[in-house]
């Protein structure tokens, strides 16, 4: 296209004439964008895109105009109105102007809008946030008088003329399914990195921060092109980090960019500038939310000091309708987001306010309120709707607790202890603790009531991680105080989790006697569906120790109440309860449709604990008939219980993994993964259970006789070296070379023995790449085999050279000639 002054003016039948300007970078992603843009344009005369500054509205215009270029016979004529204020020199001078048509004392709207009838042109007006009003009117009298005129404008709010359609432009694309590299936005820091740094290139562990970085400046094309303006100083994790608190480090390096460009802070000082008053009040105290929010946690905050909750609707569309304030969620309930970057700079504003401090206050009581009611429902039919629900606010929820234990500690002390269920119901151990162990730093400042809830929320915490010392002394000190403050229902959830860890450390009778005591107390407030849940505990107790008899009545019991009040949580627990001891009772038909209940429950529930624990159970039943079905569900099992941090149900899978075929091809394995669960059941004081040690006991007896004493105990003992996370691979190992029963020249004991120390030909191949300095993740691609299996194969080789590490290995391969 040729700029104004070359077409000498617009006229008719000038064919490509126009005023576009030439973009001076190739436009990344957009390609949905554009096909969307140009249909509405195919079917609308008036198109604005609508987006927060920096979302890439002009690049985009401009190669919108580009793909149009043949379709309007008298051109496409751009029109900058971001110097403008519509004062001093009116819109459609500007328009006039940038049309290159003749300006006279006497020109108004009207005969700018006479002098384009009949012209077939696409007018695209850019920056109209500002004078949006004039724009309005100006673009209702063009489009009324000239038939054949199209218009797209670029806004940060909508302009409000008849007709228009809105097309609302978010950040660049953040995955494709392909690897974060190959998104629009990476490929956006990429491109501008490498303007700064030729031959810029990620370094070996890059595509992680790289993804966390877009994430977090949401995929703003501005902002990512400003963050890559600093890679020629800062790595992309130091860049990452940086951005977490100080959005002042995007700062353009071109001189030439427009002053409301050079600076994210400018970017939004400009849109800030556009608000009045009570916009701006509503804006700043919106950074007190992380995430999504509701229209009524909006009202219930913000509305104090200057703002009428009556209001608040109105101000937070105007804050829509600006591009400030994004709609997260259309569903039921909408809700609303500020874009990180925008909230950040928000959130400035509100610290150099005088609201800050009454703002962050509400915040943390609107959550609290939220929490307890969440608590209650969570003890209803309504479960999944309340964790749902929780799940949504989490980042809301983490804000009030780090204010509030600051701040307020009574609140952030209700706060986190009315919290653990949800925590632990969604298998979320490791954040509720690190939560509630804070809370605890500041108790002593809160009231009985909150330090016993939150001492019972951590212990309760501490145990589902086996950390049974901690556990034990945090639950001890919340019995002493809801004695002291006459709580029973608070005193029987501390009986009851005091019962569990008496139960995993064996003392079945202390056990019994715990939950015992905690039913008694239930039972005399009344509460039926507490009394099942230590029915269900008692059961649990009953199966470990081998009364499966009992087990099955007492948990049988427990399901049937907990189906009648709708608690769906509990009746997956107490399924897999039911389940297993049907197992000892030889009833697998029964044990199976229990354990497959339970299974769906949980995966319905969102439970992982409950996922995890009948994954584990339903294999045993599996095991002798559907060996794959059994290997997949203990792998699920035993990623999950790795995830919680539950070390006591590892244990118990390791030596199930163990007893498998798959342990029975590979002998040696299976004897170090016994030893392994053995040395984390010594760690943890929480001996095999009676009814689980038959198999573990068949199990030694099998491997004593393939092996012998002496071998069997030397790998017990090496096994019993292992760290957790050694032994889990070596699990996986296990359950993935069992799984190549097709294939068992992968498995190192069914291969010959090929050399002069017993290496097997699969071996040689391993110790050949292993000389070569190749990790096992990378001698497993080579071989095509798992990080893990190749990981066993290392351990099998060192073992059979006799040598303590992969350099000593590499020197015998030297000998060998195999690094040649």
């Known amino acids: 296209m040729t700029s104004a002054a070359g077409s000498g003016g617009l006229g008719p039948g000038s064919p490509g004439q126009g005023n576009v300007p030439l973009s001076l970078t190739p436009l990344v992603g957009r390609e949905d964008e554009l096909r969307q843009l140009d249909g509405l344009l195919a079917g609308s005369r008036l198109v604005t895109i609508v987006g927060t500054g920096g979302c890439g509205k002009s690049r985009l215009a401009l190669a919108l105009a580009d793909r149009l270029a043949d379709r309007y016979r008298d051109g496409i004529w751009w029109v900058d109105l971001s110097a403008t204020s519509g004062r001093e020199v009116p819109v459609q001078a500007v328009v006039r102007s940038a049309l290159g048509l003749p300006q006279s004392a006497g020109d108004s709207a009207v005969t700018l809008a006479q ?344 212990g309760i915490l501490a145990f589902f991680q086996c950390d049974y010392e901690i556990a034990r002394q945090r639950l001890s000190i919340a019995r002493s105080l809801y004695e002291a403050e006459g709580d029973g229902v608070g005193l029987a959830t501390v009986l009851q989790r005091l019962g569990s860890i008496a139960r995993e450390e064996a003392r079945y009778a202390e056990a019994r006697r715990l939950h015992e005591a905690a039913r008694v107390v239930l039972q005399e407030l009344g509460d039926e569906v507490g009394s099942a849940t230590c029915e269900d505990h008692l059961g649990f107790a009953a199966w470990l120790e081998g009364d499966f008899v009992r087990a099955i009545d007492l948990c049988a019991g427990a399901v049937e109440t907990f189906r009648r009040h709708g608690r769906r949580q509990e009746t997956a627990a107490a399924l897999v309860n039911l389940g297993a001891a049907s197992l000892l009772a030889g009833d697998t038909t029964g044990a199976e449709r229990q354990l497959r209940e339970s299974l769906e429950l949980s995966e319905e529930l969102g439970y992982p604990e409950g996922v995890a624990w009948s994954s584990h159970e339903l294999a045993l039943v599996l095991a002798d008939r559907e060996e794959a079905a059994a290997r997949e569900l203990l792998a699920r099992s035993l990623r999950g219980h790795v995830e919680l941090g539950d070390r006591w149900r590892v244990a118990s899978v390791l030596e199930t993994v163990a007893g498998l075929e798959a342990g029975r091809r590979v002998p040696e394995l299976s004897a170090e993964l016994i030893g392994a669960a053995r040395a984390l059941r010594e760690q943890l004081g929480a001996p095999i259970p009676p009814s689980e040690r038959p198999r573990s006991d068949e199990a030694l007896r099998r491997l004593r006789r393939e092996l012998g004493d002496v071998r069997l105990e030397e790998l017990l003992t090496l096994g019993g070296r292992l760290a957790l996370a050694g032994a889990v691979e070596l699990a996986a190992a296990a359950l993935e070379l069992g799984e190549r029963h097709h294939g068992l020249a992968d498995a190192p004991a069914q291969d010959a023995p090929k050399s002069e120390h017993g290496l097997t030909e699969r071996e040689l191949d391993v110790l050949r790449l292993l000389a070569q300095g190749l990790t096992n993740r990378q001698i497993g691609g080579e071989l095509h085999i798992s990080a893990g299996t190749a990981g066993v194969h290392v351990s099998n080789i060192l073992r059979k050279l006799g040598v303590s590490g992969r350099v000593q290995a590499a020197g015998v391969a030297h000998q060998l000639g195999l690094d040649s």
């Open 115 to 458: 002098h384009l009838r009949g012209q077939q042109v696409l007018v695209m007006l850019d920056n109209c946030e500002h004078v949006a009003n004039e724009c309005a009117v100006l673009i209702e009298l063009l489009l009324r008088t000239a038939p054949d005129l199209a218009v797209l404008a670029t806004s940060r709010e909508v302009i409000g003329a008849s007709g228009e359609q809105v097309f609302r432009l978010d950040g660049l694309q953040l995955a494709d399914g392909r690897g974060v590299e190959t998104s629009e936005a990476a490929q956006l820091f990429l491109a501008r990195a490498t303007a700064v740094v030729p031959g810029f290139e990620l370094a070996a562990g890059d595509a992680e921060p790289l993804g966390r970085l877009c994430s977090q400046l949401d995929g703003l094309p501005l902002t990512i092109e400003l963050a890559a303006a600093r890679v020629g100083m800062l790595s992309i994790t130091e860049i990452a980090r940086r951005l977490e608190h100080d959005v002042g480090l995007l700062r353009h390096p071109s001189r030439t960019a427009p002053a409301r460009q050079q600076t994210l802070v400018a970017t939004l000082d400009w849109s800030h500038g556009l608000l009045d008053g009570a916009e701006q009040v509503l804006f700043r105290r919106l950074a007190c939310f992380r995430g999504s929010f509701s229209l009524l946690a909006a009202e219930t905050i913000t509305s104090e000091g200057g703002l009428v909750l009556s209001d608040v609707l109105h101000l937070l569309g105007a804050l829509v309708d600006k591009s400030l304030v994004q709609v997260a969620d259309r569903g039921v309930e909408h809700r609303y987001r500020l874009l990180e970057t925008v909230r950040q700079y928000a959130e400035q504003r509100l610290a150099a306010s005088d609201d800050e401090s009454a703002v962050r206050a509400a915040h943390a009581e609107f959550y609290l309120e939220l929490a307890l009611r969440a608590r209650a429902g969570l003890d209803g039919p309504d479960q999944v709707r309340w964790l749902d629900r929780l799940d949504i606010e989490n980042g809301n929820v983490r804000a009030a607790l780090e204010w509030a234990l600051q701040h307020r500690p009574e609140t952030g002390c209700r706060l986190a202890a009315a919290l653990w269920p949800f925590w632990y119901r969604r298998g979320h151990y490791n954040e509720g603790r690190y939560w509630l162990e804070e809370a605890l730093t500041v108790a002593g400042a809160a009231s009985p009531a909150a330090q016993a809830a939150t001492l019972a929320g951590a």
